[in-house]
């Protein structure tokens, strides 16, 4: 069994990317022969300051060693290391159909942002994706469900592939969870958590000061009433009964029946302090390693090697099945 997934090196990583990807990650390492990749390559698919790419990829980096990613458990590397990707999103354009990316949320979202120019590449980004998990032939992509319909076009990419060249990619599946798989905005609990999307002081970022997160939960725009249920017409306390389920272990109905009788204040006070709990360890371990450049960059570099191992072989496969380059 292999898994795989990949995340971006933007930004700041917050609550929804912990509860929805990265707490799987952590847990793949020991089902599985498990592979996480830093894109660095889809980080340019929307306007990016060069001079931060490399900063921002030790940064997301030393946020997965600090969660729990461990070098000797699993592989960790950068995707614009391999030159396998980029071939193979290529080869993978051939069977993919334009009309399949045009209808991607993702890119409607994203290009409707773009003020001066939506590159191509944002429209191939998941293409790109595809190749990610198809170059390991994965079995499993941990992700949040915002990937959902990424994860379907691979998995049509991968089909359409066999069908038309033989057996080659193995189909992967999706493994998103059902509690915490979309963590929602702490002010417009409407919207997705997301670091670009979202307001300020609705995201959690993992990097927040313990203060700083406990005020964000405390101040989370929450409904009417004042039971503590999930329901549709409550979509603030639902959240925060999901990042409760998630950070105690425990199913969120257990959640409702421990706070029956309590008021939004009160269940507030406890999810911030189970919350920052749980995270400050992380914060801390990820400052810690944060500055330590070269350490970070030798575990992308060795994993990187293993990495290129494994893709090279299916490169090999797939430019021999399509009749690519000099025969084998
Ligand atoms: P990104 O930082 O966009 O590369 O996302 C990394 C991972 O976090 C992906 O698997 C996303 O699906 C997941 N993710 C992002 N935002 C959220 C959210 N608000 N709730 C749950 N999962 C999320
Ligand atoms: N598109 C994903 C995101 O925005 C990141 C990603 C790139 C990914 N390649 C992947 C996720 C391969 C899973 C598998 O979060």
């Not at 915490?180 to 409407?190: A, T, V, Y």
């Amino acid at each position: 069994m292999r898994i795989f997934s990949g995340i971006q090196p933007t930004g700041q990583k917050h609550l929804g990317n912990y509860v929805g990807a990265i707490r799987q990650y952590v847990e793949g390492q020991d089902r599985a022969d498990a592979i996480y990749c830093i894109v660095d390559l889809h980080a340019i698919t929307v306007p990016y300051e060069p001079g931060e790419l490399r900063a921002n990829v030790y940064d997301t980096t030393a946020v997965l060693l600090a969660a729990g990613l461990d070098p000797e458990r699993c592989t960790l590397f950068r995707q614009g290391d391999l030159k396998e990707h980029t071939e193979l999103c290529w080869l993978l354009s051939a069977v993919t159909a334009h009309g399949d990316l045009n209808r991607m949320h993702q890119f409607k979202e994203k290009s409707a942002g773009q003020r001066e120019l939506v590159s191509a590449g944002l429209f191939l980004y998941p293409v790109l994706q595809a190749a990610d998990v198809l170059a390991y032939r994965a079995d499993e992509v941990p992700v949040g469900e915002d990937q959902r319909q990424h994860i379907e076009l691979m998995r049509d990419i991968a089909q359409r592939f066999n069908e038309r060249f033989g057996e080659t990619l193995v189909v992967p599946r999706h493994r998103i969870p059902d509690v915490g798989g979309r963590i929602m905005d702490l002010q417009s609990p409407d919207t997705k958590m997301s670091t670009t999307l979202g307001s300020e002081q609705g995201t959690l970022y993992i990097r927040d000061p313990d203060k700083a997160m406990a005020t964000k939960i405390m101040r989370a725009v929450t409904d009417s009433g004042s039971d503590v249920v999930r329901a549709p017409d409550k979509p603030g306390i639902s959240n925060l009964i999901e990042v409760m389920s998630v950070f105690r272990g425990v199913g969120p109905e257990d959640v409702e029946q421990e706070f029956a009788d309590a008021q939004y204040g009160d269940f507030k006070k406890a999810v911030a302090d189970t919350v920052v709990e749980a995270l400050a360890p992380i914060r801390d371990r990820y400052q810690e390693l944060q500055v330590d450049r070269a350490g970070l960059e030798d575990v992308l570099r060795a994993g990187a090697e293993r990495a290129r191992s494994i893709a090279s072989g299916t490169l090999a496969d797939v430019r021999e099945r399509m009749g690519v380059g000099p025969p084998d």
